[in-house]
């Protein structure tokens, strides 16, 4: 018997209106204090913080020793219950790493259970990498699909062994559990203040006199789950949303149910956790049945298939993505920062990333990227990533500036170059590139690679003028191409500018100027942009449009790749990859389902978390002219699918897929009538009902159209229940070919009729969906006063003067306040591969989506930089970088000087023939300027060493004879005059690395 | 700025579901130990007893600690916060007494504040008797007339010196304040869990940080309120109904404003108490406004007259009177067990009238006996008062029992007799009298009589036969009466003992036996009842009609008091009285109001806090036959007024009153309409408007029609707003003569039109108020399961099986589940006597009402019992017995042996010629059989010495030259040798005397 929490909803920092977690932690702390028998669990660890800030040392003290003794206990322990569908893997371990090193060092604790008693719907990276591989004994939830559910009661088997990695079968097993019921204490059985429940009136002399009946209650209770559960123990989770706001009224009555409970016999009830029950299940030594994959879709009854919020406020969905991918800054950062320190000394106290880490951690709440949240709230998490932004912004701006300082002139104390970035460079506003020619100046455009990989990628900024030349690092003059922005994206740029900023932008820019640009791994490179002067400009685009032709087809693409497309219906044919002799019949198309509103006989609308649709249309772009554009760099096809659609096509010369930059919206909701936007995208393979789509952004699961591995579905709704969320990417493939989507952000996606691939890019809808929002998802964008809906002076009105309009307060300073865009543009990547070849993109190319480019701009007089300045850079040793199936994806100075690296293996077993194999990675070049003195292997949230993880693991039951298991390969012990990281398929491994502190040789050996 | 409560709405022991006085106490005791700055009053003490008996020690200590340091301050201290319509005194005190000597006996504390600040309206007999003579320094009260309320805030007059009786003066004046609003925080300031008011927020890092506009607005506040306040000093109740379920809320808040507020500088906040409060503002040595007469009718808007509960739930209103009257027993059982400790031992144990006593002070409360409660906890009232009867009756048994004992026979180890009580007897239920005949049995009838006078009055009981003879306590034949019982109450005695018993009466008797029964001062007579066998039999009455008879009068009365029928109209026209000459024309109509529903622009209802008429209708009782009954005892008039209202008229031979027996109900309103069922009694009597009303049952305020004597009334409900609350009875008056009615319970009362005098008798409605009861006042009743409306099985389903069914867990044990009677039955008294005679009647038939006779039954073999047993007592010394002016209200035995006494003068200064003077009481012939070693005057609620309490008494300064105050009598010093009390007019005098403990002689001597 204990007690469940689920507090992001609501307000990310209260929780509702007058109820908040003070009042839980102070009354809990006292309750606990009166009687050593309580227990209580406590799971977030972003609201914790907050609280603990504000308490005196001797509550602090009190509170330790609570921990201590096991009355009061951290599970989950991230720094909250994050989403399971749209957070990305390295989100989801970073923000668990910060919650979890932050008990570790107030408390000396690592939390046992993973506790995600509320996403909607759980997956596979969550249980093996999230649960086994952080070193839970088990993890439980409360909702999985209503007809599992109901199987799983029936056999007992609401409690597994979950192996959820194809990879690593039994080795990252956890035991996992679902609830009778959600996450609620059993009927009758609230104690909040108000609450409808009979408290235990054990007062003979009083009229409600009730301890027979309320035994008798427990008792029937009791029974009723064991008949559902396996083993003699079962749980109870003793709260639910924003409870325990004063715990004493749970408490009393427990102590008073266990108390009368016990004398009665029949049954035994004690406080208990989450840890003790996995315990006393562990040593029945019972055996539990396997379940492997993922718990999506869920849905709870028939019309309410909780898939909608898969893309869910696809803006905030971005903009997490953004800043996750810009967080990795951290490496430059942290790189700079051992540079800096020697001169400067450590300091914890200015300015670094923890704002923005922070805002990404809670960021990740199931309440929070998962679109589902109240528009206010919404509003509260971008601001805090945007302040985060802020913050991080500027240490990359001076850290670049510090490592572009010439070598001769390294000192800290002469100031170094002010580099400017261009958060809104996606709708081509970026001030620098706009205006350096006016001004007679030359742009410098440092270029800084996050992957741990040279990198080549084409680089676009917008310019104003025409007459322009790019020299690459070396001073040499490249190609370059001017491209056309187009008026619509023109009236897009100024609209939202205005929306940001509060201004006009002051100037307009005319073309992007397009050029290809090679980064070595973890390093930058300097281009120069300066007026061209008799040498080779920049060459502007050819453009033409199909207007007034009405037969044929038209090709695009400069290179490998080529597009046909039908000039009389306006779009796209055929996909052929020359190279590659792929050659296939694609079609794009745009469709919107019409929510169902409340007036059904089920009154289930459509909303925020729920996809309910009432219809299908296609949307229609015939007759539309094509506009194209095409030059040395790359292709577009501009198309204006309807007036609040459009999309630009580009293939690159040098790249093998197609790059679809759609916008969408404002949605019309004139009609009354909520819509939900979906792309599709059509070929004739044969795809026998099945896709695959990734969990989140690290495993391919196989899914099956009106299909479930676990029961015999009950299909009720055809198409929100085969749809399933996309973080990185999803693909088919028949006996040629595979065709494999990739996305810029967590959205939904399907396959609802064979060879085909759906993704659900906007939502806008009329209704609350009636679980929990209370509001319907009608996300509305205000510039200064033409506004319609939600205005941010309005929502933002009890902010204190300092931050009363984020737009204005840091002046030039971007601050997105406002991501409930009512427009939304982004990336779709495709591309068309002889089947068994699509790992390799997929993998290396999701590298690239999530890590973009890094881009810095300062103006110098003439070409004086190169001269005086570093112009490229790598962090690793001369030529090294990481192998083609590693990623680097956290590096980070701690606060005792150590650094925490981790690597992960981006291949999963069998994905691809050559790279779905042992790595390794040579630490001694990753860090070539230090000398590493030991290398200690951590477990995934780095709280404790991994062999000591490893040694408390539980082995559970499975009864009979194992499946057959994959072939498990782990990199082994790291040999420490080698310094050599092994990595199997799909590994993550974690280091605390010490170096030796010879920084005096080592900066001065630097270069 | 402290903290306010009320707690009786919603449930007696709980208050709303799931919310409770123990949060409240758990959460503030952690608060006030968390700070010692902050502070807390805490009232109504019947709730806290509850939580106080579940403490341990430490806990008890702790909170002991808090009230010694005033951090935690009992204010008010009664066992709840009573109402002030329609409580009487006696009760007033009873339950302040209660309260305080358990503060007093556990904490050592005195109250020194009143704090009503709930109940609607305030009465005189609050601020002089409940106030000043309690010794509080201060009273204060949140609802005040809308009107009285805007002209006080304009003359800053919201705080006066109140000087509500007439007789005292200034030497009983208080200082009393209204808030500007009732009893809640300013706007804003609200801190409840989920409370709608801003947290302050002061972490500057978060965006809802708010301390400036919390400031500002607490500035705001605070200069709001102190342009409506004399001094610089405005005290603001940090709280309302049922808050403070986690008081860290509100005083993390408070901890908040104060801190800033004070850093602000602009107004100086900190915790403070009613008692702090006082204490400044009579430091400022302001002078206040005077106050006479009371508060009442309350309205808080011009439609919302809160003059309907004065009516509201009329059988409550009975049966908490009844059992008032009935706990003036303990004089009985204190004088009892007296005799009996000496044989037994002292035993606080054993059975006792706490149960009653605790259910008559909570029954007090000004949302129980007020009517303003929700039906099931009008239930429990009732249930808990029943469940006092039950034990008291038992006492009163066994005392009258041993009391009965034949001198030679006094041995407590010999079995009493079993006396028998017939608390059904009003309906004309009394088995023991039923039944005796056909036993073939005498019945034994002991009469005590709890007055200290004499009295002489008519008992009557329900016989089966008719050969029946009365004799007294000597043994002689007496007069007696036959009166037929009609059909109509035969009815409503089946259906209400079925209600009652859950089964029909064995017996139908036939007759009431009525005889003149003669009984010394605290002391009881025997009657006997048996076969007439040769001897006088009891006489039946002359039975006729007026049916077929179309003219004529006719006159009924055997004494001096004849009333003059017209036959013709079939109603009352004239009433004589032969001795005193006063000859008037009476008549007596039936009217009822239509209560507004909700209909109206101003949706007003009439309901059980509120009385808005919307019509009014008269009830013709034209052309209904009179019934006639006559005989040597008593003569009776039955009138069937219409379906559902019928009454007899009585006038007893030895009598000067009238006695008007009223059955109303039940009220039809199947038409949709809820009706309020009033009685005039017209005359033509020149009253210029003006009527006299009791406050509490003790003083008579002069009310003048349309008129208020502190701001020109605005009248805008002519017939609520001239509603007063009567407990004892109303008069008016000419220059000839004067009308008094005298009432059996609380009611409301009216003279609407010169000469005419109204009182409610019954209400029932479809609509709720909106006041706060949430329910429509619409009783019904249950037999069985004949039941419409609310049954009792349903309303205690909670109840446990030991009290399932008050109904039938005592078998023959009457127990009053059911008062929420569709059918109410009782007594009106008039009389009319020369101006200037009728305070005499009026004071002491009111203690006759309040203190009817108390008949003990039991059978008899032939005529044994008057050779065997003691036939007549009385506990003074031979043939003393009080002064006509002074009644005796309170005898207990406390708990270390001593008594409290209670004596209080009946008459007001001037009220009669020759009552209204110095009386005086012989204690030793109070306590004839006791020595007396010494007398010690008491406060009123006997928790301090009266001489400390005017020691400390503050004297407020009233600036102009007083008013000619009256010449203030009270009586002085009691000399230990002659042992008498002095009591000036309206004084009543507290005493605890101590006896001199030489009990064996004392017993011996006794008889």
Redesign the interface.
């Known amino acids: 018997m204990f007690h469940s929490f689920d507090y992001g909803f609501g307000n990310i920092?209260?929780f509702?209106?007058?109820?908040?977690v003070?009042?839980v932690l102070?009354?809990v702390v006292?309750a606990l204090l009166a009687d050593e028998n309580r227990k209580f669990i406590y799971v977030e660890i972003a609201f914790f913080q907050r609280w603990w800030r504000?308490q005196s040392p001797a509550v602090r003290d009190i509170v330790k020793k609570l921990v201590s003794s096991a009355q009061l206990e951290f599970i989950n322990g991230g720094m909250c219950m994050h989403d399971e569908a749209s957070p990305h893997y390295i989100d989801m371990i970073d923000q668990t790493t910060l919650g979890h090193r932050f008990i570790k060092k107030e408390f000396g604790q690592t939390p046992r259970i993973g506790w995600q008693i509320d996403p909607f719907g759980h997956s596979a990276v969550q249980a093996y990498l999230l649960g086994a591989e952080v070193g839970f004994d088990s993890l439980f939830f409360g909702r999985i699909d209503y007809q599992d559910r109901e199987k799983r009661k029936n056999e007992n088997s609401l409690e597994v062994v979950w192996r959820g990695s194809r990879t690593f079968g039994s080795s990252a097993q956890i035991f996992a559990g679902a609830f009778p019921e959600n996450y609620e204490p059993p009927s009758g059985f609230y104690f909040?203040?108000?609450?409808?429940?009979?408290?235990v009136q054990d007062?003979?002399n009083?009229?409600?006199?009730?301890v027979?009946?309320r035994v008798n209650d427990f008792v029937a209770a009791a029974v009723s789950q064991a008949t559902i559960t396996r083993t003699n123990h079962v749980m109870w989770t003793m709260g639910t949303d924003f409870k325990y706001?004063?715990a004493?009224?749970w408490f009393?009555n427990m102590d008073k149910l266990i108390h009368y409970v016990n004398m009665d016999g029949r049954v035994n009830a004690l406080y208990s956790t989450p840890s003790i029950y996995t315990d006393v299940k562990y040593a029945t030594k019972e055996s539990w049945p396997i379940k492997t994959d993922d718990f999506f879709p869920y849905a709870d009854k028939a019309n309410a298939y909780w898939t909608g919020y898969f893309s869910s406020r696809p803006a905030l969905k971005r903009y997490v993505r953004m800043m996750s991918g810009y967080y990795l800054v951290r490496l430059l950062i942290a790189g700079a920062a051992r540079q800096l320190e020697f001169f400067k000394g450590r300091s914890n106290s200015g300015p670094n990333t923890d704002v923005l880490a922070d805002a990404l951690a809670i960021a990740q709440h199931h309440d929070a990227v998962s679109g589902t949240e109240q528009q206010h709230v919404a509003n509260?998490y971008t601001?805090r990533l945007s302040m985060g932004y802020v913050e991080a912004e500027e240490l990359v701006a001076s850290s670049l500036g510090f490592l572009a300082k010439s070598t001769s002139d390294k000192d800290y104390k002469k100031p170094v170059t002010k580099f400017e970035q261009c958060p809104l460079l996606n709708i081509s506003y970026c001030p620098p590139s706009e205006g350096f020619l006016s001004r007679g100046k030359s742009l410098v455009v440092v270029i800084y690679n996050s992957l741990g990989w040279k990198r080549e990628d084409v680089v676009r900024i917008p310019v104003i003028g025409e007459l322009v030349t790019v020299r690459d690092s070396a001073g040499s003059e490249i190609e370059s191409q001017l491209v056309h922005i187009s008026n619509n994206s023109l009236g897009i740029r100024d609209y939202y500018v205005n929306a940001y900023l509060g201004k006009s932008p002051d100037e307009i820019p005319k073309y992007w100027l397009a050029f290809f640009a090679s980064v070595p791994p973890l390093g930058f490179s300097t281009y120069t942009v300066s007026i061209a002067k008799g040498g080779a400009s920049s060459i502007i685009s050819r453009l033409h449009t199909t207007e007034g032709t009405k037969t044929g087809t038209i090709q695009i693409g400069q290179g490998d790749i080529k597009l046909i497309y039908a000039v009389d219906e306006g779009k796209l044919t055929h996909y052929i990859n020359s190279r590659s002799s792929v050659e296939a019949s694609v079609e794009q198309s745009y469709i919107y389902y019409s929510g169902y509103d409340k007036s059904d006989k089920d009154p289930q609308a459509s909303g925020a978390y729920i996809f309910r649709p009432n219809n299908t249309f296609p949307i229609k772009s015939g007759q539309v002219p094509l506009t194209i554009l095409q030059g040395p760099v790359l292709d577009e096809v501009h198309q204006q699918i309807n007036p609040w659609i459009s999309q630009i096509t580009r293939v690159y010369k040098q790249k093998e897929h197609v790059e679809v930059e759609f916008t969408v919206g404002p949605i019309p909701v004139d009609d009354g009538i909520g819509k939900e936007i979906a792309t599709l995208f059509s070929t004739t393979m044969d795809t026998n009902k099945t896709f695959y789509t990734d969990s989140n952004g690290r495993d391919f699961i196989k899914r099956i159209r009106d299909y479930r591995t676990d029961w015999d579905l009950q299909v009720k709704q055809p198409i929100a229940g085969n749809y399933y969320p996309i973080n990185l990417g999803m693909y088919i493939e028949d006996n040629r070919t595979e065709l494999s989507v990739m996305v810029d952000r967590s959205m939904g996606g399907s396959s609802i009729v064979d060879g085909q691939v759906e993704l659900m890019l906007h939502r806008r809808l009329l209704y609350d969906d009636g679980k929990g929002v209370a509001e319907p998802l009608n996300e509305t964008v205000c510039a200064l006063d033409k506004c319609t809906g939600l205005t941010v002076s309005t929502s933002?009105s009890?902010?204190?003067q300092k931050?009363t309009s984020c737009i204005h307060m840091h002046g030039e300073k971007l601050f997105f306040c406002i991501v409930s865009l009512i427009q939304i543009q982004g990336n779709i990547y495709l591309r068309i591969d002889t089947v068994g070849e699509g790992a390799k993109w997929r993998r290396s190319f999701g590298q690239e989506i999530y890590s973009p480019f890094l881009l810095a701009f300062t103006e110098q007089e003439e070409d004086s930089w190169l001269n005086s300045h570093v112009p490229t850079f790598s962090w690793l040793a001369p030529s090294y970088s990481l192998p083609d199936n590693v990623a680097l994806i956290s590096l980070q100075e701690l606060e005792d000087g150590k650094v925490l690296l981790r690597l992960a293996h981006l291949y999963e077993v069998g994905e691809d023939k050559d790279l779905s194999t042992m790595a390794a990675v040579e630490l001694k070049k990753l860090f070539p300027k230090k000398e590493i003195s030991k290398v200690t292997e951590m477990s995934l949230s780095a709280n404790q060493e991994r062999a000591e993880m490893e040694k408390k693991r539980l082995v559970w039951n499975t009864g009979s004879a194992p499946e057959e298991e994959p072939t498990v390969l782990r990199g082994g012990h790291i040999d420490p005059r080698k310094l050599l990281v092994e990595l199997g398929p799909m590994e993550i491994r974690t280091f605390v690395i010490d170096f030796i502190p010879n920084i005096l040789e080592m900066v001065q050996s630097q270069k």
Chains 1, 2 share one sequence.
């Open positions: 920092m209260g509702r209106k007058g109820a908040c003070q009042n102070d009354s006292q504000n909040e203040v108000n609450d409808a429940s009979p408290v007062d003979i009083l009229f409600d006199y009730n027979e009946e706001q004063y004493d009224t009393r509260d601001k933002y009890a902010v204190p931050l």
